[in-house]
């Protein structure tokens, strides 16, 4: 294995960990940072990088992404999917269970980590997820973030709708449970009702508010009854954002993909299926009370979803099409680009795709560009815009709802564990990530 070797990053606009900005030098040395200031002198053995120009972030960790290996590696694979973080500035990512076979025993997490070890370019974390019959993985499964419990929009062992096997996963245990909230029983009603409709406008139609809104209500009634810690996953409503503000336990957090927030059902008429996910994309109001919510800390931080399917595959008819859109590649530019036009900061951007995520998942040394902490880190170019150009994207799907938008703050460099695994085009294959720990 390859020794990382101390970098110096010189002259970059460094976000601190208070949210300010200092232009200055960052040293690194056995994966970690060692020091910030604004001048440091280097020795002999480091290696410099000339970051004049150009602005420092922690890593993104993209919390709630689908990677499909095992078993749907003909949509994407931990290989093409980690050469897309990187690519994208995401240095640590968090995978849910619904790969074949599923992740819902030691053993199938065992496996995806041993096969992240082989292939991945950036540090990983795998969720176990939550069936009616494995409360005993649940409980003991490590390491992991946490449960992952689709209670909704899934079918088969994952499907968790009904109420007393999910009571029974928020009553045992202690460990985060993160949550798809929509209510099955009025997706599967709606579903009668919308019978022969082929186009995928009436997605977010059948998905509607309501079905998003009842299973957020009854994930919170649970968690406060058993003071749970709970994660919603990918909000999309502005009812449920209204709901959070008024009432979010302090052991509640929740989740926005830059999707939602800059989507919205007009995406149906340009894209067509390509814009059909789960939860599927609401109106532009929701879109401006979702930006809001995450503004003002009622929602905590950003995940993409990365759910990619081929081409072949969205080609089909709906409701035969499946719902998902890839993510990673494009996350970071589509929030910075944001924050250039004036929706947000770029540091509340490092703080929603970094510093939160790490935070709330309890992972040690991540999410900040100070001493001591994991040199995972992403210099972006705020001064040029580039389009999202389907030939130049390594997800394997070969694909974004972004195409032809003008994003600026593009990952020039991205380093993980201090060894650059991208650089300016180039994804540099040899570098491993790590597995991720979870206090
Ligand atoms: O749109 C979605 N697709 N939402 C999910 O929660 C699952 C995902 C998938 O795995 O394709």
Redesign the pocket.
Known sequence: MSFPQSLLIRGASIILPNGELMVGDVLTRDRQIVEVAPKISPDTTTREIDAQGLTLLPGVIDP?V?F?EPGLEHKEDLFTASCACAKGGVTSFLE?P?TRPLTTTQAALDDKLQRAANKCVVNYGFFIGATPENQPDLLLAQPTPGIKV?MG??HGQLLMDQEEALEAIFAQGDRLIAV?AEDQARINQRRQEFAGIHDPAVHSQIQDHEAALLATQRALKLSKKYQRRLHI??LSTGVEADLLRQDKPSWVTAEVTPQHLLLNTSAYETIGTLA????PLRSPEDNEVLWQALRDGVIDFIAT?H???TLEEKAQEYPNT????PGVETSLAVMLTAAMDGRCTVSQVAQWMSAAVAEAYGIPNKGAIAPGYDADLVLVDLNTYRPVKREELLTKCGWSPFEGWNLTGWAVTTIVGGEIVYDQGKVNTEVRGQALTFL
Do not use: V
């Open positions: 709630q689908h499909r849910m619904n689709f929009s899934m798809h996953l990918h059909q996910m789960n939860p979803d759910a990619p399917h499946p719902s998902g859109m």
